[in-house]
């Protein structure tokens, strides 16, 4: 079924006073500069948006950086918190909740009105777009956008925690803006971390590559979402325990199995890197109520001999050796500015490098996405919308209706269509018995694995 969205009313949403604060953004920021990030939050009720944008405005007084605007001054890019204000617009289709869940993270699903990043760069553009999307069965989809330089999932999940007190009439959270991030890091991190960048300066052929990669992405790619019951993945974590001889995170077995699994059905036995990104707030005494991009990764070989209890025992030690072993914010901060900010849009993450298959694995689960409350209950449904089509990234969050896990990745065309057969499923559901319930997004996403 095409389900064709209808514009229904569209306003610009402020905070009604502009503090004028400038914030300084830091080279890791502006790193992160050519970025929006998209999501989606499905409820099985209508939402008034009327009150939805009373309580918006009031998350935006708390956290003005969202509708502000970027500028560059001396070559160094800022957020000025001036009210520009955030595009609120209202849809409706005439398919069912249902049907639009299924669509979430295809290309052209225009349940999001993707942040226009370059043309924010510039103060052309707004760094927050929310759609609310209207479902033919009373459902709604709130679509969101925003751009990445100013704020990481950590910082928008703290205003969509803001926004969601306001709308239900409860004490709001405290958010923390930084006026000066490359100052705040200088203060905070150690003298001395792993010595490593995050980044590197890619050669003239390699860039050439790589953005023939990122142009061919929504032809070559397919992004698959494959659901996990809480048992199957109990299980896998219990048995890479067993094997490991140590306790072990769901996420770690989790992307073990996954990253194990892409590895065995694609016959591909070489070594390979795995990037995790961690949030380095807390290992860096850091309040929780910091907005910004307060990030640093893992990075970690993955032979595919050893088996996946090995990698998921080593990536459970890689996060509790994190501060000493792999923070490498001082690293980047020393690696960009020797670089020089004319050149840092050379500039490649060390986990974006598709050609040799360098596998991305962003846990988005425990960011209380199916805690929030708007107009009397949580979201049905959280998930990434159609972001970048790279393959090898990924993002796992809690299922439908928060039960299970549920990983969006993204892949090579011909190495998807063998993940959804027969023999491919299986080896993805190894952990499933058949006494198990069905986990709960498969009753609503028709094309998850």
């Not at 100052?183 to 905070?188: D, I, S, T």
Request: with cysteine.
């Amino acid at each position: 079924m095409t389900i064709w969205p209808q514009p229904r009313s569209s306003r610009t949403v402020r905070a009604g006073r502009a503090d004028g604060r400038v914030l300084r953004l830091g080279l890791m920021d502006t790193m992160l500069a050519d970025l929006a990030v998209s999501v989606v939050l499905c409820f099985d009720r209508p939402l008034d948006e009327d009150r939805l944008a009373a309580g918006l405005a009031l998350a935006l007084h708390r956290v003005p950086v969202f509708a502000g605007r970027l500028r560059t001054d001396d070559g160094a890019l800022r957020a000025v918190c001036d009210d520009s204000g955030v595009p609120l617009e209202v849809y409706s289709v005439d398919g069912t909740l249902t049907e639009v869940m299924g669509r979430v993270v295809a290309a052209g699903s225009e349940l999001v009105d993707p942040v226009d990043a370059v043309a924010a760069r510039t103060g052309d553009a707004p760094l927050l777009t929310v759609r609310i999307t209207r479902t033919a069965d009373g459902g709604t989809v709130l679509g969101c956008s925003w751009h990445h330089a100013i704020g990481d999932l950590h910082s928008f999940m703290l205003l969509l925690r803001i926004w969601s007190a306001a709308v239900e009439g409860e004490p709001l959270p405290e958010a923390e803006l930084v006026a000066d991030q490359d100052a705040l890091l200088e203060a905070v991190l150690p003298a001395e971390d792993c010595g490593r960048p995050g980044f590197r300066v890619p050669s003239a052929a390699e860039a050439e590559l790589l953005a023939r990669e990122a142009a061919a992405g929504p032809r070559a790619n397919r992004t698959l979402q494959i659901a996990f019951t809480d048992a199957e993945v109990d299980r896998m974590r219990e048995e890479f325990g067993a094997a490991a001889g140590r306790r072990l995170s769901s996420a770690d077995a989790l992307c073990a199995h996954v990253l194990a699994t892409l590895r065995a059905v694609d016959g591909d036995e070489a070594e390979r890197m795995l990037t995790v990104p961690v949030n380095a707030r807390r290992w860096l005494g850091l309040s929780p109520a910091l907005v910004g991009n307060l990030l640093s990764e893992v990075h970690l070989p993955h032979r595919p001999k050893d088996g996946p209890a090995v990698l998921a025992a080593e990536l459970r030690s890689a996060v509790e050796e994190f501060p000493a072993a792999h923070l490498n914010l001082r690293a980047n901060l020393d690696f960009l500015a020797g670089l020089g900010r004319s050149r840092l849009g050379e500039c490649v993450p060390l986990g974006f490098d598709p050609t040799e298959r360098r596998f991305s694995f962003s846990n988005w689960s425990g960011f209380g996405a199916y805690r929030l409350n708007f107009q009397g209950g949580p979201p049905v449904f959280f998930s990434p919308a159609a972001n970048y089509p790279l393959p090898w990234v990924s993002w796992t969050i809690e299922g439908y209706r928060g039960e299970g896990r549920l990983s969006t990745v993204v892949l090579p065309a011909r190495l998807a269509a063998r993940l959804r057969g027969a023999d491919g499923r299986a080896a993805l559901h190894r952990f499933r018995s058949a006494t198990d319930q069905p986990p709960a997004s498969a009753a609503v996403l028709p094309k998850v694995l």
